[in-house]
């Protein structure tokens, strides 16, 4: 069997193992070999199992690799005076007597800064600590605290099961009895045991925490215990010497792994060891050991063997096979390429669904179908007729398809009348609000509605907006010149006056190193916009009221009140409006942090309506002209111009901003006769929108139908793994895209 990825390799093996049981072979009558059982098992027993396949391992696993001894070293090293806030997290997050939403809490201290150490982060609980951590941290000596590791142990194991007896009423739901880790409760607990005796021998330091953690950490488990009858086994090779079975499955025939490359000797050579002579410090041939051991693996079954590698990784990179493989191939016939091809199973990367005659389970039987034939329905039924199954499962097969078609069964439109009522109550929206359902309504309904509680501190792009916004507002309502812009007289002043303001806003803060230089460069970026201005002739002029103008606030004083569309209103802030001598022609401007910005045609593309919306504003609330709305990428180092909406001059093909002193390019610009159609089209567009919105009619639908990178919201929407998007496509912007 040549399989794609790990997974890959353990899924074709267990369904070439359920063909077997199909056919009448005992589950024990099958045994799987693997080199390293301990690392590569779980692996393959997670995916037997999820295949409905009866599977044990027999391995010794690492204490380490249960949830249990996570937990136990996660805390013995919480106690210790080289203890890490990581390690205290790391502790509640595989303590099950921890709720997860205190790891939450206590995880986005740690991320915002404001728990840099343990200490502070015990602070935080003086009422009522993580009782694992109180038990250790209130024991007074080294000894004490391994002695009370170790009752924790137990505790860890039991508490997910203590509402599980008969006399507690209804067993917990969705905690499976697991015995591994209660084995590994037990093993950790006798070991810390008998570590905290060592302290009463004579001679001997008495041990503490790191010493526990140091020993649970060469500490191994039994991942089975007991009969293995009617289940098919997961063994090392040197279990298989003892084993006498119908088939053999010897799976990860890989170069470097079967057989192993072996460890080097960190003190002598193999050429210092000829060299003494002494016959004791000849080393075996580790080449002869994984030949016997494969040798004996080949010798076991009495019917089949199979043997399995594979072509790649997870990822799709080349993996090489065992030179094993060869040497078998070239037993078995004159031509081995020939005889390869003809007893060969191959399954790549690209066969993720199996087909639907190797399906295992009705859930694996339903994808399976919906990959092959679509999700027709008619089409499904006359394939799973073809697979010969009985009419229970057939039945099964097709409810399941059928919940996955179902709208019910996807993220779709809110339906609750509370959750409906609530939204059309709201009868004033923001241009963000907007923006954001247009490029996917599903991520604004995450984002907005159900308002995630971020672990992380705010992102430094959006800080270092804020910050920068803040700044510019305070320079221009207080100019620090003659003139309410900067000159090339006073230019200086202006830079110096900015720095001030950056300072005093973060007196009370301080940045890390990341954030001081993105500081500097922001000082640097917004002293460029400066003198670019001050270099600029034009009469428009900042109003002292236009400077972050907000409207649809009625508690803000000399608000104009909110922009109406239709059932709804728009209420926002603009940055800044440039007003002309005569007191009607205007200019709207957003300075944006970012190295470029969006041009007319990208804006309707891309259903971004603040520029275009709050030139309505400025023209049907604040009695202007708006000639412009502009935005300014402060961070661009190349082309530094401003790109918008812009008004074209039809006698000056420069633009009618040209004798202000701002070029646009010619994209930008729209004809004096054409600039009020678009505004009005992004007034459509934000009231068909908007209606939506407020009707709760969120889809998954991305922007150009591709999810972006920065998108963390895919666990939520499930839009990878649907069956399908919704029929009616994606929905854009203006433009239908």
């Given at each position: ?14 369904i ?51 949830a ?56 935080r ?13 209130e ?167 199979v ?33 390869e ?76 009348p ?28 995450v ?10 501190p705010?992102?430094d ?10 700044a ?41 190193p ?12 917004v002293?460029?916009?400066l ?17 972050e ?32 001598p ?46 412009a ?12 111009r ?29 004809p004096?006769m054409?600039?009020?159609?678009e ?47 919704e ?11």
């Amino acid at each position: 069997m040549e399989s794609g990825g790990e997974r890959g390799e353990a899924e074709t093996a267990g369904i070439e193992i359920a063909r077997l049981l199909a056919g009448g072979v005992e589950p024990d009558e099958v045994v799987v070999v693997l080199r390293n059982p301990a690392a590569n098992g779980p692996l393959f027993a997670s995916v037997l199992r999820g295949l409905g396949l009866p599977a044990t391992l027999e391995a010794q696993l690492p204490m380490a690799s249960t949830a249990v001894g996570r937990s136990l070293l996660a805390l013995a090293r919480s106690a210790s005076e080289e203890a890490e806030t990581r390690d205290v997290l790391a502790h509640m997050r595989a303590d099950t007597a921890s709720r997860p939403g205190r790891a939450d809490w206590a995880e986005r201290a740690v991320a915002r800064g404001e728990a840099t150490s343990v200490d502070a982060l015990l602070e935080r609980w003086e009422d009522s600590p993580p009782a694992h951590l109180r038990r250790v941290f209130e024991a007074r000596s080294p000894v004490d605290k391994v002695r009370a590791i170790a009752v924790c142990a137990r505790r860890i194991a039991e508490r997910v099961h203590s509402d599980a007896a008969p006399l507690a009423g209804e067993r917990s739901a969705g905690v499976p009895l697991d015995p591994v880790e209660l084995r590994a409760a037990v093993s950790a607990a006798e070991l810390l045991e008998e570590l905290a005796a060592v302290a009463s021998l004579p001679g001997c330091d008495a041990p503490g925490p790191l010493d526990a953690a140091e020993a649970l950490e060469s500490a191994s488990v039994r991942s089975w215990q007991g009969s293995t009858e009617g289940r098919v086994r997961i063994i090392g090779p040197n279990r298989a010497r003892a084993a006498r079975v119908r088939h053999l499955f010897v799976c990860g025939l890989q170069e470097g792994t079967f057989p192993g490359r072996g460890a080097p000797d960190p003190l002598l050579g193999e050429e210092s060891r000829l060299r003494l002579g002494i016959p004791a410090l000849r080393r075996r041939d580790r080449g002869q050991e994984e030949r016997y051991l494969f040798g004996v693996c080949v010798s076991r079954p009495t019917e089949g063997l199979v043997l399995s590698w594979r072509s790649s990784d997870d990822e799709g990179h080349p993996a090489a096979r065992s030179p094993f493989v060869d040497e078998v191939l070239d037993l078995l016939g004159e031509d081995p390429e020939a005889t390869e091809k003809a007893i060969t199973l191959t399954r790549g990367l690209a066969h993720a669904v199996p087909d639907p005659s190797e399906a295992t389970s009705a859930r694996m039987l339903a994808r399976s179908l919906t990959a092959a034939v679509g999700a027709d329905p008619e089409r499904q039924r006359s394939a799973l007729e073809a697979t010969g199954a009985d009419l229970a499962v057939a039945g099964d097969v097709l409810a399941l398809t059928a919940q996955a078609r179902s709208p019910d069964h996807r993220p779709g439109p809110l339906r609750h009348p509370a959750v409906l009522e609530a939204i059309r109550a709201r009868e004033s929206l923001s241009a963000n609000s907007l923006e954001g359902w247009i490029g996917c309504s599903y991520r604004w309904f995450v984002d907005h509605e159900l308002s995630p509680q971020r672990l992380e501190p705010v992102a430094d792009p959006l800080w270092l907006g804020g910050l920068v916004h803040s700044a510019l507002h305070r320079l221009y309502l207080e100019p620090p010149g003659e003139d309410t812009i900067p000159r090339p007289g006073d230019v200086g002043r202006w830079k110096e006056r900015f720095s001030e303001l950056v300072d005093d806003m973060l007196a009370d803060a301080e940045p890390g190193p990341e954030r001081t230089l993105a500081l500097a460069r922001v000082r640097l970026q917004v002293e460029a916009f400066l003198d670019e201005e001050a270099a600029r002739e034009t009469t428009l002029r900042p109003r002292p009221d236009l400077l972050e103008r907000s409207f649809g606030f009625p508690e803000s004083e000399g608000d104009p009140g909110a922009l109406p569309l239709g059932e709804f209103s728009l209420r926002g802030f603009v940055d800044r409006i440039d007003v002309a001598p005569d007191g009607r022609r205007a200019i709207v401007r957003d300075y944006k942090t970012s190295k470029s910005v969006l041009g007319r045609v990208k804006i309707s593309e891309e259903g971004k309506l603040q520029l275009p919306l709050y030139m309505l504003v400025a023209r049907d609330l604040l009695d202007l002209d708006p000639v412009a709305g502009l935005y300014h990428p402060l961070a661009a180092y190349r082309d530094r111009r401003a790109r918008g909406i812009a008004m074209a001059d039809e006698i000056d093909e420069g633009g009618v901003l040209e004798s202000e002193g701002i070029v646009t390019r010619g994209k930008d610009q729209v004809p004096a006769m054409e600039f009020g159609s678009e505004l009005e089209r992004a007034r459509r567009d934000a009231i068909e929108y908007g209606v939506k919105m407020r009707a709760g009619q969120i889809k998954r639908n991305p922007l150009g139908g591709k999810c972006p990178r920065y998108c963390a919201y895919q666990p939520i929407c499930r839009l990878e793994r649907a069956v399908g998007i919704e029929e009616d496509g994606f929905e854009g912007s203006g433009n239908g895209s």
